[in-house]
């Protein structure tokens, strides 16, 4: 979900899914690597990197 960042550099970007889990609703809203908000504040992500390259700095986390 969040990979449609690299889509649009520069524009706000808000998203609106459900939970795969409980069908609760998520709203995300983010430009480039900052989320500007995200409910509920419980959300969590999956990103599909290796270990390796995350605890070496390859990959930008962003700022929440």
Known sequence: ?????WLFPGSEIRIEAQCLDC????????RD?????INPTTTVGHMNIPLAKALTGEV???KA
């Open 60 to 62: 930008s986390w962003g």
């Open 1 to 5: 979900m969040l990979a449609v960042r």
């Open 33 to 37: 690597e900052d989320i500007l908000e």
């Open 23 to 30: 069908g609760q609703p998520i709203h995300v809203r983010m």
